[in-house]
């Protein structure tokens, strides 16, 4: 299921959950909301990061043991 999620979408997704954290910070505690917010951003950076793919073709580590 999760397989087919381009890193473009989990992106979208995840940044709807910015909204439930900016109306915590408006209502109950600003620094609060603040720190949930930035918890958000980065939590969704690090799955785009880790959900986008390798730059450049993949090399198999060789070892030459004639060395």
């Not at 954290?21 to 917010?37: H, K, N, P, Q, Y």
């Not at 799955?47 to 004639?66: C, F, K, N, Q, V």
């Amino acid at each position: 299921m999760f397989e087919t999620l381009t890193p473009r979408a989990a992106v979208a997704v995840g940044l709807l959950a910015i909204v439930p954290t900016v109306i915590f910070g408006l209502t109950r505690s600003g620094l609060g909301g603040l720190v949930a917010t930035v918890n958000v951003v980065l939590i969704i950076a690090a799955l785009y990061i880790a959900m986008s793919p390798l730059e450049g073709p993949a090399r198999a580590a060789t070892h030459d043991a004639s060395a």
